[in-house]
Nanobody
Framework: QLELVESGGGLVQPGGSLRLSCAVSGFTFDVWTIGWFRQAPGKEREGVSCISSTMSDSKTYYADSVKGRFTISKDNVKNTVYLQMNSLKPEDTAVYSC???????????????WGQGTQVTVSS
């Protein structure tokens, strides 16, 4: 069974950092693109970052809103993708979800499998 499980969310002050984890199981991890998405209340889901499969040399992509602050990485031994989030802002507050897809994209349509999400709240 295909499964993605996020962890690492929480409450952090502006300027702080969090690291989200996305543990994947049930499929060949290294052939999938893994993306991170977020959705704030009343807003559309937004693509944050994605990392292409190992077969595509694991290229990384970021939304302009997080470029320079967030870093995506993967551990092929642990079948886990991480999202390191630094210099967090109140506008980063959202439910963050990871997803697996067959092509590289920051749009959510190409992604087939989704985790349940983890809440990130940036507030003083």
């Amino acid at each position: 069974q295909l499964e993605l499980v996020e962890s690492g969310g929480g409450l952090v002050q502006p300027g702080g950092s969090l690291r989200l984890s996305c543990a994947v199981s049930g499929f060949t991890f290294d052939v999938w693109t893994i993306g991170w998405f977020r959705q704030a209340p009343g807003k559309e889901r937004e693509g944050v970052s994605c990392i292409s499969s190992t077969m595509s040399d694991s290229k990384t992509y970021y939304a302009d809103s997080v470029k320079g602050r967030f870093t995506i990485s993967k551990d092929n031994v642990k079948n886990t993708v991480y999202l390191q989030m630094n210099s967090l802002k109140p506008e980063d507050t959202a439910v963050y979800s990871c997803a697996a897809g067959r092509i590289v994209s920051l749009a959510d349509i190409p992604y087939d499998y989704w985790g349940q999400g983890t809440q990130v709240t940036v507030s003083s």
